[in-house]
């Protein structure tokens, strides 16, 4: 069965650095797409990047970038220079071409930007 | 940029009462999606739907619950006979297409089973 794994519960990081939000999975299926999503305080899930599972490269979107790392099944989040616009919510969310393409969540980790 | 819209954005009804939550995917998008997340917790998917019919529904889509495209525009969630412990944000997506896709969301709509 597909399982995702967010370990970190809840994370500060002062403004202007950078955050890495881990993320692992487990699967089976060779086809599958890596999402991570924002969900503010407001409720709204916000999609922020994609990655492929037969992507060669890794993902990026602006501040936004996905450290995929095949072999050990791990697609971390790095946002770089943190605002105090990025406290949030933060989910990974996998989708499986066998489960035809729902998405499964991790648990989430919380996100809070210090002045 | 195109968008998921949901209505209501909140909602507060009595238990035993019949809901019905409302969802304009994204006009080219073929796949249409129900998530929900109960207070402090994962979202958990609830049912996909594809070419006019379900294509996957979890073990939390019941009886109580159906879906429905009934004008090519809209996409419905109805929960016949609502109980407490629906009380969640129930989130409405779509994509273009299967795996590999982007799975774009709604902004919720909050129901509160009273």
């Known amino acids: 069965a597909q399982k995702i794994t967010q370990t970190q519960p809840g994370m500060f990081v002062q403004e202007k650095e950078a955050v890495t939000l881990d993320c692992t999975y487990d699967?089976?299926?060779?086809?599958?797409?890596l999402f991570w999503y924002k969900q503010p305080s407001s409720g709204e899930m916000i999609f922020l990047i994609y990655?492929?599972?037969?992507?060669?490269q890794n993902a990026t979107e602006g501040r936004y970038s996905l450290n995929f790392q095949k072999a050990r099944k791990s697609a971390n989040l790095v946002i770089s220079a943190s605002q105090l616009g990025d406290s949030a919510m933060y989910f990974c969310?996998?989708?499986?071409?066998?489960?035809?393409?729902?998405?499964?969540f991790g648990g989430g980790t919380r996100v809070l930007v210090k002045p | 940029e195109p968008e998921v819209t949901q209505t209501p954005s909140h909602q507060v009804t009595q238990m035993g009462q019949e809901v019905i939550l409302r969802c304009v995917p994204i006009?080219?998008?073929?796949?249409f999606y129900w998530y929900r997340q109960i207070l402090g917790q994962k979202v958990e998917f609830l049912v996909s739907?594809?070419?006019?019919?379900?294509?996957?529904k979890s073990e939390i889509f019941d009886d109580q619950f159906s879906v429905e495209r009934p004008d090519g525009s809209n996409f419905t969630l109805k929960i016949r006979s609502t109980k407490l412990e629906d009380s969640a944000m129930y989130f409405c997506?779509?994509?273009?297409?299967?795996?590999?896709?982007?799975?774009?969301f709604g902004e919720g709509s909050w129901l509160t089973v009273v």
């Open positions: 006009s080219n998008h073929l796949y």
């Open positions: 739907f594809y070419n006019n019919e379900i294509s996957e």
């Open positions: 990655q492929g599972s037969y992507d060669q």
């Open positions: 969310a996998m989708s499986f071409k066998a489960a035809g393409n729902k998405l499964t």
């Open positions: 997506a779509s994509s273009v297409g299967g795996t590999g896709n982007t799975i774009y």
């Open positions: 699967t089976s299926d060779p086809s599958y797409g």
